[in-house]
């Protein structure tokens, strides 16, 4: 029987690093991956930048040597001081190339069919009595009988002492029959409808700790509205989600000056010029030449560069009368214009990514997903009508996975709550420090979050399964209450958990 020291389930944003830090240990270490490729939503959901999570975090080996590998590739650029501006087309090969200097085992396609559970073997004072243990788990693979039948870890069940759930929605925790959290079992529920009340009625000292970011800005947060969860007595306990694209042959050149212009007040719009060519890439606040747009397009200079638009109210977004027409006119339906965020692309001078759109309240994942896309071509002819430089511009990729922001959570074996998270509450074994914001989206108006936190920390016991001893999760399916989890989903802290837990795990 094969035997691994940690087997890790789900290759993305938490997965790697949690390998790659495992096999840097000198941990013998496997890696499940149900996709072709590593990444997770930075690949497949095409989710890009990684957001910034303040000047304290810890446990960056994993994203530094990731920003490393994918500047040898030209696959990032640090923009507005965030060095997460990553190629999502260049992660895959990165991850390859990390994961092998790791000495970490891959397997691609591939998913946890079966899961042997067994009395905890050596009890632990410090887990508890009465847990269970997983002795091996058994792989499936669609290709077991034909490119991957050599591999005897297919055929049979193969032996672990630590297992790490990185699925993203605790898929091994489900088949360990774990109890989660989700949007019908909130552990916190209570108080986030106080808090969210007391938000409404404006009490000051709510007000202080509990303030929303007056200007939102794409570089610094997914979300952008200044606003209340709080909806007519009801708080609402799940995100939308997206289905995320790019569209290439943009005139970036083109399209910068004219959004800097029409965003005057700048407060949802930014973009700078990069020269790519010959040396670092540098602002154009340096004494880089001046970029043209033939210069752009061979790649000598890059523009770097975010914008954003909600059907929130309480902002004057200069996209709103560009939006308004279009609705009028029928080349938007009004659902479309609920949510659109652009950002460009590290490597891919002439294309941006678009953050939308959100599918509101879809009936199953099929309708979802097909939903999506008939919402990306209207948008995308939207651009094409409406923003300069997008003339001839293109759809040129749609993410193979629906962006889900929460969904299942482990209980664990510490709930960690937005109480936590707002005090800043401090703990022996922390595996985030992260200042990101509790970023809740609603598919409402007026109902979005964008709070700013001052440093909180995760304790490593919010990845512990409370029932399986050898079970550990990582990523946005933490135990955490839904607000907490607002604010943690977001990849620098994922890497962070994944690595964070992994140095934790090689002590015991
Ligand atoms: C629309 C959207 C926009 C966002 N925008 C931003 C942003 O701009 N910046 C930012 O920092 N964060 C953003 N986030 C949040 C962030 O990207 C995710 O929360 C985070 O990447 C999740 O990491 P994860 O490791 O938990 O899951 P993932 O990265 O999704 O990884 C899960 C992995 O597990 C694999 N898997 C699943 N089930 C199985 C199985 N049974 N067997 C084997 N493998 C399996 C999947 O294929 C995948 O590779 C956004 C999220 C969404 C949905």
């Known amino acids: 029987m094969a035997k691994y020291d940690i087997i890790i389930v789900g290759g993305g944003t938490a997965g790697c690093a949690a390998a790659y830090t495992a096999g840097k240990s000198g941990l013998k270490t496997l890696l499940i991956e149900k996709k072709i490729h590593l990444g997770g939503a930075i690949t497949s959901g ?19 040597a990731l920003v490393a590998e994918l500047k040898k590739l030209g696959g990032q650029i640090t923009y507005q001081g965030n060095d997460g501006w990553f190629n999502p087309e260049l992660t895959k090969i990165a991850l390859d190339n990390l994961m092998q200097d790791a000495g970490v085992e891959v397997v691609f ?23 269970k243990h997983i002795s091996s788990l058994k792989i499936l693979s669609p290709y077991n009988c034909s490119l991957q039948n050599c591999r005897n870890i297919l055929s049979e069940p193969i032996e672990t002492r630590y297992v790490i759930d990185t699925t993203g929605d605790c898929e091994i925790g489900k088949l360990c029959g774990c109890e989660f959290w989700d949007c019908h079992s909130e552990p916190n529920r209570k108080q986030i409808l106080r808090y969210a009340q007391n938000d409404v009625k404006g009490e000051e ?64 719009t930014t973009a700078e010029y990069y020269l790519t060519r010959g040396c670092n890439a540098h602002s154009s606040q340096t004494t880089a030449p001046s970029p043209t747009e033939k210069s752009c397009r061979r790649g000598e200079h890059e523009i770097h560069l975010s914008t954003a638009y909600t059907w929130d109210s309480g902002k004057n977004w200069a996209l709103k009368p560009l939006f308004d027409d279009a609705v009028e006119k029928g080349i938007l339906k009004d659902a479309d ?37 008939q919402s990306i071509l209207r948008i995308s002819d939207f651009c094409k009508k409406y923003l300069k430089g997008f003339e001839n511009a293109y ?20 709930v960690y709550t937005v109480d936590d998270l707002k005090s800043g509450k401090k703990f022996e074994n922390p595996v985030v420090i992260s200042n990101y914001p509790v970023d809740v989206h609603s598919a409402k108006k007026d109902a979005s979050t964008l709070e700013k936190v001052q440093d909180y920390q995760l304790p490593v016991e919010s990845l512990m399964s409370a029932d399986i001893e050898n079970l550990f ?12 989890q607002g604010a943690l989903r977001v990849q620098p802290n994922c890497f962070a958990m994944g690595e964070g837990l992994v140095k934790y795990i090689r002590q015991l």
């Open 205 to 268: 000292s709510n007000i202080n700790q509990y303030s929303h970011s007056p200007h939102p800005s794409p570089s610094r947060g997914e979300g952008a509205a200044p606003t209340h969860l709080f909806l007519g007595g009801e708080v609402a306990l799940s995100q939308p989600v997206s289905l995320r694209f790019i569209m290439s042959n943009i005139d970036l050149k083109a399209f910068s000056e004219w959004i800097l212009e029409l965003d005057k007040d700048r407060s949802v």
């Open 109 to 131: 396609g591939a998913t946890v069919e079966e899961v042997n559970l067994s009395p905890s073997p050596q009890p632990s004072p410090q887990r508890g009595e009465g847990m």
């Open 473 to 484: 999760v990582a990523g946005r399916c933490l135990s955490a209450d839904f607000m907490a």
């Open 337 to 373: 214009r609920n949510y659109f965020q652009i950002f460009t692309v590290a490597g891919m001078p002439d294309a941006v990514a678009f953050n939308c759109p959100r599918i509101l309240e879809p009936e199953s994942l099929t309708d979802a997903v097909q939903q999506g896309r």
């Open 46 to 64: 095409l989710v890009v930048p990684a957001m910034k999570a303040g000047d304290n975090q810890i446990n960056t080996d994993f994203f530094n």
């Open 395 to 414: 759809i040129s990729n749609i993410a193979d996975e629906l962006g889900v922001r929460v969904s299942n959570r482990i209980k664990g074996k510490y």
